[in-house]
């Protein structure tokens, strides 16, 4: 009984553990296991793995400013249309004005920094909600995507290609894996075990008890094994393929806004801001200057997945990012993030955005019509927000509301009331 306590504790809610993290990872193993079984064995297999990430990368990549934008008490409806609109304009820069596609990707970053400065300027500054710039933005870059690309579609050169359609190259000795892919594995399952003991360290420094060493192995071996695996099955795809360029740019984002959210003050700024933006203001937080940044920042990474997924399909069209600010919201949401911002965390995002690319890749393989994928998808998405809104009303155990315990390490010790029970530490005072 106290090991199931503790279990409860430390993995879930206990002040060491990113339990979010690893509440959202078991539930995607669920998922994938079902898969396996019911597409007798055609989920883990190496070329749909790498398929499935290559598709939903971009995805991803939107989902981690789409988060930043949620936890502020926002939401962005025109990330969609930024993609297409960015990419018809890198596109038609190296078909027609001979950019290199190096100078190409550059020019395309500084088009989504321009588009997040004109809305974050509307929404920091004179105040329109981020509702309605954002629609106005969606209806604005979608029509100007298909003006300058007259609903045609532009081809792009390889050498652009890369970063939507490559791998990591074959290096060293034939080991009947890519070696490249390996040696990411290796780091990652150092970095993992490096963290752990890091943390155990600050924990005794801070003269706080450590979870129990058996919780710290089991959170390790969770991890390092999904590591493990996951190396295994990118590396031994059919000769060429690899881990895709793509999830390199996203890995190397994942890990930088994970840094950024969480280590910075202007990380934690953004938090409290969405959880009280009147408490945040009063401890010194520029509310405009965050508000600016989420929305600027949210087009930026608009702007890179809509570069990524022209990339992968060798032109860029008018169709382009139909439907996409949906998912990415979709992914934030079931990755733990609160409606009403301040609650939410990066990995917990990507976490939710792969559930949501499972199930739809599972659903396919099962040969499910497109219409009712998108019947399922929709229930999912509402059935784990709803269960666990209910649960936390019912008092009973929450999945969300015992994770985000362990991110209000600065909470007082007197409980909450009811209604700021599960919000971010936006009422405590915030480093300048």
């Not at 050498?159 to 034939?174: D, K, T, W």
């Not at 890749?361 to 019509?369: A, E, T, Y």
């Not at 969300?400 to 005072?429: K, W």
Request: proline share 4%; hydrophobic share 50%.
């Amino acid at each position: 009984m106290s090991r199931l306590k503790d279990l409860q504790k430390n993995l879930f809610g206990g002040t060491t553990s990113n339990a979010r993290q690893f509440g959202m990872i078991f539930t995607l193993v669920a998922i994938v296991v079902l898969f396996q079984i019911l597409t007798d064995g055609l989920t883990l297999r190496s070329d749909n793995l790498i398929a499935l990430f290559q598709q939903n990368s971009y995805i991803l990549i939107l989902a981690i400013g789409m988060l930043m934008v949620i936890v502020a008490g926002h939401i962005d409806l025109s990330v969609g249309s930024i993609a297409a609109f960015a990419g018809i304009l890198v596109a038609k820069s190296m078909a027609e004005w001979s950019l290199p596609w190096p100078v190409a990707i550059i020019f395309g970053l500084a088009i989504g920094a321009a588009i997040g400065a004109w809305q974050g300027f509307w929404v920091a500054y004179i105040g329109v909600p981020a509702f309605i710039v954002t629609l106005a933005g969606m209806l604005l870059f979608r029509g100007g995507n298909q003006f300058i690309g007259n609903a045609n579609t532009i081809p792009v050169p390889e050498g652009f290609r890369v970063i939507g359609s490559g791998f990591l190259p074959e290096v060293g000795p034939n080991t009947g894996y890519n070696n490249l892919t390996l040696l990411l594995g290796l780091a990652a399952c150092v970095a993992v075990v490096w963290r752990e003991f890091q943390a155990r360290k600050t924990r005794r420094e801070m003269d706080a008890d450590p979870a129990p060493m058996w919780i710290s192995v089991l959170r390790m071996a969770v991890m390092v094994g999904v590591i493990v695996f996951a190396a295994l099955r990118f590396s031994s795809g059919r000769v060429g393929t690899s881990f895709p360029v793509s999830g390199i740019i996203l890995v190397a984002l994942v890990i930088a806004y994970s840094f950024y959210t969480r280590n910075t003050a202007g990380g934690r700024h953004i938090y409290a801001v969405g959880g009280n933006s009147r408490a945040a203001e009063l401890s010194g937080v520029k509310l405009k200057r965050v508000n600016f940044f989420v929305m600027m920042n949210m087009s930026v990474l608009a702007a890179l997945a809509g570069m990524i997924f022209v990339a992968r399909s060798a032109a860029s069209g008018p169709q382009d990012g139909n439907g996409w600010e949906l998912d990415a919201i979709a992914a934030v949401f079931i990755g733990g993030a609160a409606v009403s911002g301040g609650i939410g965390t990066i990995s917990g995002s990507i976490v939710g955005g792969l559930v949501m690319a499972v199930l739809n890749n599972g659903l396919q393989l099962l040969g499910v019509g497109t219409d009712r994928v998108q019947i399922i998808k929709g229930l999912v998405l509402l059935l784990a927000v709803a269960l666990d809104v209910y649960n936390k009303s019912q008092g009973r155990f929450s999945v969300i509301g015992s994770i985000t315990r362990s991110f209000r390490r600065d909470a007082p010790a007197t409980p909450p009331s009811s209604s700021d029970a599960d919000r971010e530490p936006a009422r405590t005072s915030v480093p300048g």
